[in-house]
């Protein structure tokens, strides 16, 4: 929770806010306890307690709980004592604060029998000097334990539940090995896809022309002494054809592994990228040290796709591309102005980016709200 600054008051009021919000919601178990002892009713009630910690303490948002068993009901049992003690205690020191502000200017409003009533510290208001003195300083007291209180009751409450309600060390690991064994099953079929693509561009375009070439020059061999003319046009059709096939292996090479990326590094090859996109595209790229030839080669392709779909689909008229190094995590950023609704079953681009970076243990957050902008953000593993 940011204290900091000018996000110190309002904070503060989250606590207390939240800490009220909880009070209410231990009430409402107590009264409904059968209905939680369900799984699924439980399971909702916790999701609900777990987005608002996560609010409070600005963490990720989680996504719904899979906890059970005895993790759930030890959440119901813990989360309903500390709401009900922690609500209270928040309940009465805000209680008393605005009770005191409101109550002290019209002491003198009051039923007799209120104004010696113990309202403050026991003393009975019998004049203005009772009021103001005692009164405010009864407010002054109470916000200052309010102030100083609600918003460390919160967290702690916030952070057990979020600590009761993490998935476990196992279920953390069984859920890591579905997410590899599902990577990996993607990034064979990606492999294997782009295997019989290269298999396919060398067969019917780089082979046939080789072949060709071999034809032509076998047949300016048999007639090197009688056909001269003959003989320089086959030989003229085998040098384009060298040329030709040449060129489609570059650009087979390039699928693979760009060679601007050894030429230049990857922040070199991004700028020769956003140089030559069809749309403007700025680049900001940081100290990026030493990145793996595999990471870096994700990491192009991801922005050459992106910066493509803006210019094919987006309607956008600039992009912003941004690579930074923290760590062992490499962040790429691309963000365009255009029209938005960047859907992946609607095409092969974003899915190819997914399976590249999921290939590598990375992460892809694509963020493209109808109207735009499309952002996204692609984060891969490149070692310490």
Avoid at 13 to 40: E, K, M
Avoid at 113 to 118: I, L, M, Q, S
């Amino acid at each position: 929770m940011n204290d900091q600054g000018g996000g110190r008051l309002p904070a503060r009021w989250r606590g207390l806010g939240y800490l009220i919000t909880g009070l209410a919601a231990a009430v409402a178990t107590l009264v409904v306890l059968p209905v939680l002892l369900a799984p699924g009713a439980a399971r909702a009630c916790a999701s609900w307690h777990r987005r608002r910690a996560d609010r409070l303490l600005a963490a990720q948002p989680s996504g719904p709980v899979r906890a059970g068993g005895w993790r759930l009901l030890a959440w119901v049992g813990a989360s309903t004592g500390t709401g009900l003690a922690f609500g209270l205690v928040s309940v009465v020191c805000a209680g008393n604060a605005v009770t005191a502000a409101v109550t002290v200017p019209l002491w003198w409003a009051l039923p007799p029998g209120t104004r010696a009533g113990g309202f403050a510290f026991g003393a009975p208001l019998t004049g203005w000097g009772a009021a103001l003195t005692l009164g405010t300083a009864q407010a002054a007291v109470f916000a200052a334990l309010t102030y100083l209180l609600a918003p460390v009751l919160a967290r702690l409450h916030a952070r057990l539940c979020v600590a009761l309600l993490s998935p476990s060390a196992a279920d953390r690991l069984a859920r890591q090995v579905a997410t590899l064994t599902e990577t990996r099953t993607g990034a064979m079929n990606a492999h294997g896809a782009e295997l019989r693509r290269i298999e396919r561009d060398l067969h019917d375009g780089t082979q046939a022309r080789l072949v060709a070439i071999a034809m032509r020059l076998g047949v300016a061999r048999e007639l090197l002494g009688e056909q001269p003319e003959l003989v320089e046009k086959l030989l003229a059709e085998a040098q384009q054809g060298t040329e030709d096939a040449m060129a489609e292996l570059r650009a087979v090479i390039r699928t693979i592994y760009p060679p601007i990326l050894a030429d230049r590094g990857l922040a070199g090859a991004l700028a020769a990228l956003a140089a030559g996109a069809a749309i403007g595209a700025d680049l900001e790229a940081g100290e990026l040290g030493e990145v793996p030839a595999a990471v870096e080669a994700v990491a192009y392709f991801a922005v050459a796709e992106a910066l493509t779909n803006a210019a094919k689909h987006s309607g956008a008229a600039r992009a912003g591309v941004q690579v930074a190094r923290v760590g062992d995590r490499l962040t790429v950023v691309v963000a365009d102005d255009g029209a938005g609704g960047a859907d992946e079953s609607r095409g092969t681009g974003l899915a190819g980016i997914r399976h590249r970076v999921l290939a590598l243990d990375g992460v892809v957050r694509v963020d493209s709200p109808v109207g735009g902008p499309t952002v996204i953000e692609v984060e891969l593993p490149c070692g310490s």
